[in-house]
């Protein structure tokens, strides 16, 4: 998929085109990102869209400031403080991802009441007066199992890397992994990890669990673990099985080079790093005075066999398989809602 980009002049292009009914000028507005984690690919790549498309978006004057934080630990208690403090500094809207669907949710409502907007991504909270933007990380998951009864009908022993222990993404795509074993009983989960969304960590756990597992038919995964499963599986002198992908540019490196050795045959997928700029401009056209739904969803990002190459081209060395958001993808996002 073609990564877009928002150039300066497209952007202030966009900014003319802005519906004339719009009750507020957004120019001398504040957005803070509070992020709660930068420790894989997936968030660095998240983060690097946010500050290429913000930057932008303040160049044009469409904002004033686009600031990103980001919490030293992913603890609730940080990242409430952390809100916390952009309450004082005068922001006027927060974009969130957060560590925890209900955590946040006191500190979320404090700022609600501040008159701030809140919008949230990735992981989502809970408090009513919050947006909310995401993928069906459960259909996310499902679809990894559905994909596997495909391609191996009789089924086989699973391994399960989750991501990061306590977080919405986390559970729920776990939770659509296992709706999809109870849907094809034929395959059975006989181990599971937390992989923390990251290659080494990946790595490591697989390597600790493998001795004690039966041969394995599949690898079902969150995204930033797949490459290291397969690193782990191949040093345990192991067969490798079908290991679900999660759109790093590590990752499909590895599969393109199994694909030509010897037809290795897998899918890839996750939530566009990306997903960032959208939240920042679902937050500038509420500023704007946009009436938006609370809850947006958005589709995840999938590579299958014969659309690898394109992806893989297209992603950036340690990066992840991406899609960046326009202000007309979020007013097509918002409207699509209604």
Not at 93 to 103: H, K, M, R, Y
Not at 324 to 335: F, G, M, P, T
Request: charged letters at 20%; one cysteine or more.
């Amino acid at each position: 998929m073609k990564i877009r980009t928002i150039l300066l002049a497209s952007a202030a292009v966009l900014v003319a085109a802005m519906p004339l009914s719009a009750s507020a000028d957004t120019s001398g507005k504040k957005i803070a990102l509070s992020n709660n984690y930068a420790g894989n690919s997936w968030r660095q790549a998240m983060l690097t869209s946010w500050d290429k498309v913000t930057k932008e978006a303040v160049k044009a004057g469409v904002v004033a400031a686009a600031d990103p934080f980001t919490t030293a630990e992913n603890q609730a208690t940080e990242q409430a403080a952390q809100i916390q403090n952009m309450i004082l500094q005068g922001y006027d809207a927060i974009v969130l991802n957060a560590a925890s669907p209900t955590a946040l949710n006191g500190a979320v409502k404090e700022a609600c009441d501040a008159g701030i907007v809140v919008v949230s991504f990735d992981g989502i909270v809970t408090e009513p007066c919050a947006y909310r933007i995401a993928v069906d990380f459960k259909a996310m998951g499902l679809s990894e199992v559905e994909y596997l009864a495909k391609k191996l009908p009789k089924g086989g022993n699973l391994l399960e890397i989750r991501g990061l222990a306590g977080v919405f993404v986390d559970d729920e795509i776990s939770a659509g992994i296992h709706e999809g074993v109870k849907k094809y009983p034929q395959f059975k989960i006989v181990g599971s990890v937390h992989g923390d969304w990251a290659q080494d960590v990946a790595q490591r756990a697989v390597a600790g669990i493998l001795p004690s597992l039966p041969e394995l038919v599949g690898v079902v995964t969150q995204g930033g673990d797949g490459y290291g499963a397969a690193q782990a599986i191949i040093a345990a002198k192991r067969p490798v099985p079908t290991i679900i992908m999660g759109n790093r540019e590590d990752e499909l490196q590895w599969w393109k080079k199994e694909k030509d050795a010897s037809k290795y045959e897998t899918m890839s997928v996750s939530i566009a790093p990306g997903v960032s700029t959208l939240a920042f401009w679902v937050a500038q056209q509420v500023l704007d005075g946009k009436e938006v739904k609370k809850d947006l969803i958005v589709p995840f990002l999938r590579i299958d066999q014969d659309n690898l190459e394109t992806n893989l081209a297209n992603t950036q060395k340690g990066g992840v398989a991406n899609v960046e958001y326009s202000l007309e993808d979020a007013q097509k996002v918002i409207d699509s809602a209604k």
